[in-house]
T-cell receptor, first 109, second 114 residues
């Protein structure tokens, strides 16, 4: 069946550090892949998405590339800010929506 | 303008009570969802409604019943509340069709059962 596995948190980084949050998926067919972000006390917001292999989604300095050969969609940012502190969810859509367990990121000044 | 709204934002109630959470979207979307987020932040889909028809029910107890009076509203009614129902419940909506189905989430309702 369809599922998403992302690295467990929490992740704590200093400001301007490089961020990687790993995400892999299992699916029949070709899912669309997403990263959602949940800031403290708020609902989820779409951060970026990719709909086919080799597509790169990007937004607010975050990037993720749809890698069909490794079934991965890792989230990266070159220089994190304190305001990036949130919980990040990897997700796939393939007839239904499946979310990963979420990774909490804390960025310290 | 709020795209997906939920009421109430917080709900504290006793075990055994019946409660409802309301959700409305003004995006003109055809599909609405209810998710449950537990204390560990794990998000699990509960229901999906497409044009007033239930299309997903992920092994949710029948104490939970979604009600959709029209395609802009999907309310969640919970009977005989239990301690384990304490969680944050998120409503979401998306446009039907296609595999790149971006969902728009409401702000969540934090339910606490005492």
């Amino acid at each position: 069946g369809n599922s998403v596995t992302q690295m467990e948190g929490p992740v704590t980084l200093s400001e301007e550090a490089f961020l990687t949050i790993n995400c892999t998926y299992t699916a029949t067919g070709y899912p669309s892949l997403f990263w959602y972000v949940q800031y403290p006390g708020e609902g989820l917001q779409l951060l970026l998405k990719a709909t086919k292999a080799d597509d790169k989604g990007s937004n607010k300095g975050f990037e993720a590339t749809y890698r069909k050969e490794t079934t991965s969609f890792h989230l990266e940012k070159g220089s994190v800010q304190v305001s990036d502190s949130a919980v990040y969810f990897c997700a796939q859509y393939n007839n239904d929506m499946r979310f990963g367990a979420g990774t909490r990121l804390t960025v310290k000044p | 303008d709020t795209a997906v709204s939920q009421t109430p934002k917080y709900l504290v109630t006793q075990m055994g009570n019946d409660k409802s959470i309301k959700c409305e979207q003004n995006l003109g979307h055809d599909t609405m969802y209810w998710y449950k987020q537990d204390s560990k932040k794990f998000l699990k889909i509960m229901f999906s409604y497409n044009n007033k028809e239930l299309i997903i029910n992920e092994t949710v107890p029948n104490r939970f019943s979604p009600k959709s009076p029209d395609k802009a509203h999907l309310n969640l009614h919970i009977n005989s509340l239990e301690l384990g129902d304490s969680a944050v419940y998120f409503c979401a909506s998306s446009q039907a069709g296609g595999l790149a189905d971006t969902q728009y989430f409401g702000p969540g309702t934090r339910l606490t059962v005492l």
